[in-house]
């Protein structure tokens, strides 16, 4: 079962900018759909963005043109670069296959917009 550890979140004014990392441990990376996936609080975890293993991405309307996903298939690794970040996109922060996430998720990175 593959494994995903998140990291890069953080405090950060409205405006602003962060770029997420995830690795993933599964044997399969390179050939496989990997996306960025969200939880504030009292609500259900959404996908924001995805990418294919030859790099096709789609992203959540409300985050167009201004979160981009990226990823190096050498190192296991997705990117989540987040720009011009507002109070809403404050969550948790998960990676997970982009098509059928495994029910196995990380622990996310906590990102946070505000003043």
């Known amino acids: 079962q593959a494994h995903f550890v998140e990291s890069g979140g953080g405090l950060v004014q409205p405006g602003g900018s962060l770029r997420l990392s995830c690795t993933c441990s599964s044997w399969y990376f390179s050939q496989t759909s990997m996306g960025w996936y969200r939880q504030a609080p009292g609500t259900e975890r959404e996908r924001v963005a995805s990418?294919?293993?030859?790099?096709?991405?789609n992203y959540k309307d409300s985050v167009k043109g201004r979160f981009t996903i990226s990823r190096d298939n050498a190192k296991n690794t997705v990117w989540l670069q987040m720009n011009s970040l507002k109070p809403e996109d404050t969550a948790v922060y998960y990676c997970n296959y982009g098509q059928v996430p495994s029910t196995s998720w990380g622990r996310g990175t906590q990102v946070t917009v505000s003043m």
């Open positions: 990418i294919t293993g030859n790099s096709t991405t």
